[in-house]
């Protein structure tokens, strides 16, 4: 235990996580190469809803096969109650628009309360005036506008349905209303670069810079487990990750292999009857850890596709060593220098 930090400290402060012994477990297991895990995930993806008010060319959920709907606060409490002990932040928009959920806030308070922070990303288009200072007074960790173009033209064949006007003033007026604010969350504006907006990228990044967010972040485009895209050119040269840091929960309480399958081809264990650690260590999912282990990842349909880099390990153990909102704030910062 490192001096002055309890290993159950309060992590949404500071830059150290709580429940360190948890962490170099999971850290260990995935260095070693060892399937059977005894820990709990150090992040977890929550889709209080799945429902979404656009249709992106990069996204699953226009394969997804589950049902519409959106997480009862009972199942959350019950959710945050057993992850409370060891995550930070936990990501509310694991599948879906958040703020479609009707009951959203008390979904952010639900986090507050068990004392973790809460992480949403959404795509404006819902961020009325209204909203954005519903959305400042609920107590959030961080929020992510997810905005991924330039101008009107690429926004049109990225996001169909959408308007592109709507959401940039939407972004803007958040931004107006957030100056100041001490208890402001972490702001972040975000980019996923693809063929048919790269053109844009540094664009985007004009325009935002300075307009008050903590990050303008351009971000890699991935297939989600081979759902959007062709499969990687090169095949990993490591274990996945996820497999060892990361679950994810839909709003009926199935958890599938990863947060990258959104698709719905995959149910691990039902969150509403076991326990998320019960599910985290059982025999489905160390067997897909044993695959990746063994190098025998192709084997499984879902990860055979999936574009996840290889991670070097000076990055894992630095996932045991920070929390995941300090961590991104890192990250971004990293690229804000790189870029300078």
């Known amino acids: 235990m490192v001096a002055g930090i309890s290993d159950q400290g309060r992590g949404g402060k500071g830059i150290m996580p709580r429940s360190l012994s948890n962490r170099f477990r999971v850290v260990r297991a995935y260095l070693a190469h060892r399937p059977t895990l005894t820990a709990f995930p150090l992040e977890l993806q929550l889709g209080i809803t799945n429902r979404c008010n ?14 519409k709907g959106e997480i009862s606060l009972d199942l959350l409490d019950h959710l945050l109650e057993q992850a409370a002990p060891y995550v930070d932040t936990v990501d509310l928009s694991f599948d879906g628009e958040p703020f479609l959920h009707s009951r959203w806030p008390e979904c952010v308070a639900a986090c507050r309360k068990s004392g973790v922070k809460a992480m949403l990303e959404t795509n404006a288009l819902l961020m009325d005036e209204a909203l954005a200072r519903e ?5 959030l960790g961080s929020i992510t506008f997810s905005l991924d173009a330039a101008t009107g033209e690429t926004y049109r064949k990225l996001k169909p349905g959408g308007d592109f006007d709507r959401a ?19 702001i972040q504006l975000q980019f996923v670069r693809s063929p048919e907006n790269a053109h844009e990228a540094a664009a985007f ?37 996820f497999l060892w840091t990361s679950q994810a929960v839909h709003w009926d309480g199935t958890v599938p292999l990863c947060c990258l399958e959104i698709e719905g081809r995959t149910e691990m264990g039902n969150a509403s009857n076991r326990s998320l650690k019960d599910i985290f260590s059982g025999p489905d999912f160390t067997a897909v850890r044993d695959l990746h282990s063994r ?45 300078l």
Request: with cysteine.
């Open 54 to 67: 656009l249709d992106c060319s990069f996204c699953p959920q226009r394969k997804s096969r589950k049902t």
């Open 295 to 339: 190098g025998d990842y192709r084997e499984h349909p879902v990860c055979r596709n999936c574009d996840v880099p290889s991670v070097a390990w000076p990055l894992v153990l630095g996932s045991a060593l920070v929390g995941d909102l300090a961590r991104r704030k890192i990250i971004n910062r990293l690229g804000h220098l790189l870029h």
């Open 205 to 241: 990044q004009e325009r935002w810079r300075g307009r008050g967010a903590d990050a303008v972040h351009i971000k890699p485009m991935l297939n989600f487990a081979g759902s959007c895209g062709p499969p990687p050119e090169q095949p990993a040269t490591r274990p996945c990750l």
């Open 168 to 186: 940039m003033i939407n972004t803007e007026r958040f931004l107006r209303l957030a100056a100041g604010r001490k208890d402001r969350p972490y």
């Open 135 to 139: 959305a400042l007074a609920a107590g």
